[in-house]
Nanobody, 124 residues
Framework: QVQLVESGGGLVQAGGSLRLSCAAS????????MGWFRQAPGKEREFVAA????????AYADSVKGRFTISRDNAQNAVYLQMNSLKPEDTAVYYC?????????????????WGQGTQVTVSS
C-alpha cells in the first residue's frame, strides 16, 4: 500500500510560482513511476507531468513544458512539482499518483494510488 498526501496549493497571481508537494508513506521504490494530473472545473482530469519516483525519466504535457519541473527529496520520500509562470488556465485541482511499474504513463487509468488533491487558483 502507498499513501500519498499533496500540499502546497493556493491562490497566486498570474506569472507567480507555487511548489506542490507529494509525500508518500508505505511501500515505495525508486523505480515506481509517479505522475501529476489536474482537473479544472467542468473538465476531465488531464496529464501534467510524470517521472521516476527515484528521479529522472521525466515527461511533461506541452501546456506546461518549460514552466513546470518535477523534483524529489530522498530523505522526505516526497516529490515536488515546481510551477513557474503560472497562468489562469493552470487553475485546477492537482493530484499526484503512483504507478507500481517501471514504465511512465500519461494515462490516469494506469496509476494505482492517488492523493486527495490540492487546489491551485491563478488569478489574472
Amino acid at each position: 500500500q502507498v499513501q500519498l498526501v499533496e500540499s502546497g496549493g493556493g491562490l497566486v497571481q498570474a506569472g507567480g510560482s507555487l511548489r506542490l508537494s507529494c509525500a508518500a508513506s508505505g511501500r515505495t521504490f525508486s523505480s515506481y513511476r509517479m505522475g501529476w494530473f489536474r482537473q479544472a472545473p467542468g473538465k476531465e482530469r488531464e496529464f501534467v507531468a510524470a517521472g521516476r519516483w527515484g528521479g529522472g525519466n521525466t515527461a511533461y504535457a506541452d501546456s506546461v513544458k518549460g514552466r513546470f519541473t518535477i523534483s524529489r527529496d530522498n530523505a522526505q520520500n516526497a516529490v515536488y512539482l515546481q510551477m513557474n509562470s503560472l497562468k489562469p488556465e493552470d487553475t485546477a485541482v492537482y493530484y499526484c499518483a503512483v504507478r507500481i511499474t517501471s514504465t511512465t504513463s500519461w494515462s490516469e487509468d494506469d496509476y494505482d494510488y492517488w492523493g486527495q488533491g490540492t487546489q491551485v487558483t491563478v488569478s489574472s
